[in-house]
């Protein structure tokens, strides 16, 4: 029997893309759809910083809470907002093929780069890069939609604010005066979108399977077990990258303090057919190599 599915979705411009590209896709497969917007606490919360609010999952568990209620079928998430845990009967059901994995700083002039400059932000991975990189700066929290940020970046005096492309990308927001951040290591999974679907609903999960992307599959999977093992939530000051070409998986993965001044960074290659834990093994030569101090103290002022 065929049923209209329901497509959980913050109600963000971006959000609503994400969730009409999965529907467009279900349709052409055949499937009705219908789209449910819901408000995520992280939206309705934009004067605390992310990491401050002390929750895992903040932009995700209002969908979460929605799917074990049967208000909505599916959810679609930005995947670098999941948590690498999933709640009780909720199931990755398909892995979208990944747009632009990038940061981008959009700016004002770049004169001062060189100089003394203030940078937004309310990612503390951004944060603990951009400090590294330029510790003469400041980094002052920014919180909202891609829209809401674009806008307090035209409102005050910060030299510029640190995106991620493909959410620019994706409505068309993309001003000219940006430029790739090639050295920042992205969040794990960013640019891919995930939908979840309840584990006993097979009828979603069928529907849903046809839209994976396999190497995108593999890349986030490798990303998120890395971050999993360093265990880091959403907000940690954690990159990691995967990427798959001939059959080879290249991976780059790093550990920041919050200020910027330590870094624990590592790279490896792996063949496809032995991905199998790399992600793990990876995280567990951060840890070895100073990495699980710096957790331990993470950890601590994330408590306070």
């Known amino acids: 029997m065929n049923k209209i599915i329901k497509i959980g979705t913050r109600d963000s411009e971006l959000a609503l893309w994400q969730a009409k590209t999965v529907q467009a896709a279900l349709e052409k497969l055949g499937h009705e759809s219908e789209l449910v ?50 709640p009780k009967g909720i199931v990755e059901a398909a892995v979208m093929k990944r747009a632009n994995f990038k940061d981008i700083l959009v700016h004002k002039g770049l004169d001062f780069l060189e100089a003394e400059g203030t940078i937004a932000t309310g990612s ?61 290591i992205p ?27 396999s190497k995108t599959k593999i890349a986030v999977h490798i990303e998120r077990e890395f971050l999993k093992k360093l265990e880091g939530g959403c907000t940690a000051p954690i990159g990691a990258l995967a990427t798959v070409k001939d059959e080879i998986v290249h991976f780059k993965g790093a550990l920041f303090s919050i200020d910027g001044k330590q870094k624990f960074e590592m790279e490896k290659e792996v063949a496809v057919e032995e991905v199998e834990g790399f992600g793990s093994r990876c995280a567990e030569e951060i840890l070895d190599n100073g990495g699980r101090e710096l957790m331990l103290e993470f950890k601590k002022v994330m408590k306070k």
Request: net charge negative; hydrophobic share 45%; glycine share 6%.
């Open 37 to 86: 917007p819901v408000k995520s606490s992280g939206d309705l919360n934009l004067d605390q910083p992310l990491y401050e609010m002390g929750i895992t999952g903040i932009f995700t568990k209002t969908l979460d809470v929605a799917m074990i209620k049967g208000d909505i079928d599916i959810a679609v998430h930005s995947m670098k907002d999941v948590p690498t845990a999933l």
């Open 124 to 184: 503390l991975r951004r944060k603990a890069q951009w400090l590294n990189k330029y510790p003469e700066h400041k980094v002052v929290d920014l919180r909202g939609n891609v829209n809401t940020r674009m806008n307090k970046l035209e409102e005050n005096s910060w030299n510029g604010a640190i995106f991620a492309a493909a959410g620019l990308e994706r409505i068309d927001l993309k001003p000219d005066n940006f430029i790739n951040l090639d050295w920042m």
């Open 187 to 213: 969040a794990p999974a960013q640019g891919a979108m995930l939908v979840v679907a309840m584990e006993k609903d097979d009828f979603c999960r069928d529907a849903l399977n046809a839209l994976n992307h």
